[in-house]
């Protein structure tokens, strides 16, 4: 496997890319009780969702991340308080899929379909399951594709349920577009303290499993008192698309790696220096670059990390910003979305017409 190191704050690299260009950022007006947001690329522009005290919000943005017109209202239960959302299409309806908890309730996730013009429900709210971690959706031959916690469901547009599918409890999941899917699973070993001195846990073993259709990577490792690493992870692994495969990330107490999950040739490894507190990190490929999002005192940042071992230097996203989410709408621009304490920005980053390669 392929090797690049290079430090969050300072890229360390011979030989270094163009950069990409960051565009201009995008902000809303202020929303009250602002919840999670996503995007869905669509036609020339973008759905967007947002959660907003008990309800979720569905509108159009224009290709620099403008709105286009007045948001359309999916009503939850009073009280609910939503966490994350996401959306999928099979071109005959609109997904939305989020993660709740009302009070006395366990988190959960629920689903409901639009019709494509996301104007009217087709199909109201309905329970999934419950899990404390965050749904992916996707589809497959105009079906639904859902993980949700220890659970693979294949739906209709109508969210009537196909098959449903155990699995090991997901902390990330991402589905691809041609529908297939990648998640990660973590186990925990806890040795505990055998002396006369001490008590509780000394060490604690963490494994981190990705696994796509053709790959299965365990990463593991130990802290704790007794280890040589005393603190535990910033950040649960992740999982996302790149292209038409998965690129994996493993926010251990030493150092970032990232890393393509693919199965017919070496993958490449970019090994980052670990993640600073707070613990803010998003990532995405497009098939050829990856592009990693992460807050360092203060400042989200990002950098494109390319298959040809160079890198991009680390640019700007955005101060005191959080919560940072990367979407792929083709293989020359991500976006990435992010959130102050009431607002939704967001900013397009194009790749350099020179780095620009096609889609593995």
Not at 4 to 17: D, G
Not at 60 to 76: G, I, K, M, R, S
Not at 256 to 272: H, I, K, Q, S
Request: net charge negative.
């Amino acid at each position: 496997m392929k090797t690049k190191t290079f430090l969050l704050s300072i890229l360390i690299a011979t030989a270094v890319a163009a950069q990409p260009i960051v565009g201009p950022e995008v902000k809303s007006a202020p929303i009250d009780v602002l919840g999670d947001a996503a995007l869905l690329p669509q036609g020339d522009g973008y759905l967007i969702a947002w959660s907003q005290r008990d309800r979720i919000n569905i509108g159009h943005l224009d290709a620099t991340l403008h709105e286009t017109d007045t948001p359309f209202a999916v009503p939850l239960a009073p009280s609910t308080t939503v966490s994350f959302v996401t959306l999928a299409t099979t071109g005959k309806s609109v997904l939305v899929v989020w993660k709740q908890q009302t009070p006395g309730s366990a988190n959960s996730t629920w689903a409901a379909t639009l019709a494509t013009d996301t104007r009217s429900i087709l199909t109201s709210p309905q329970f999934v399951n419950a899990t404390p971690n965050a749904p992916a959706a996707g589809q497959r031959d105009g079906r639904y594709l859902l993980i949700s916690g220890d659970e693979s469901l294949v739906l209709t547009d109508k969210l009537q349920t196909e098959s449903i599918e155990a699995i090991s409890p997901a902390v990330s999941a991402a589905i691809s577009p041609r529908g297939e899917s990648g998640i990660v699973s973590v186990a925990l070993k806890n040795t505990p303290c055998f002396c006369w001195f001490c008590s509780g846990l000394c060490s604690t073993t963490a494994t981190y499993t990705f696994q796509t259709p053709t790959v299965t990577k365990n990463i593991a490792f130990t802290y704790g008192p007794a280890a040589s690493v005393k603190t535990a992870p910033t950040h649960d692994p992740i999982v996302a698309t790149d292209g038409d495969h998965f690129v994996g990330l493993a926010a251990m107490p030493l150092e970032t790696d990232v890393f393509e999950l693919v199965a017919d040739r070496a993958g490449m490894l970019w090994t980052l220096t670990p993640l600073p507190l707070p613990g803010i990190v998003a990532v995405a490929g497009n098939g050829s670059d990856v592009l990693v999002v992460w807050s360092s005192a203060s400042v989200l940042k990002g950098s494109l990390l390319h298959g040809d071992g160079t890198s991009s230097e680390p640019f700007d996203i955005g101060q005191y910003a959080y919560a940072p989410r990367v979407f792929v709408p083709n293989s020359n621009e991500f976006v990435v979305l992010y959130r102050y304490e009431s607002e939704i920005a967001g900013r397009v980053i194009h790749v350099q017409a020179g780095r620009q390669r096609a889609v593995r």
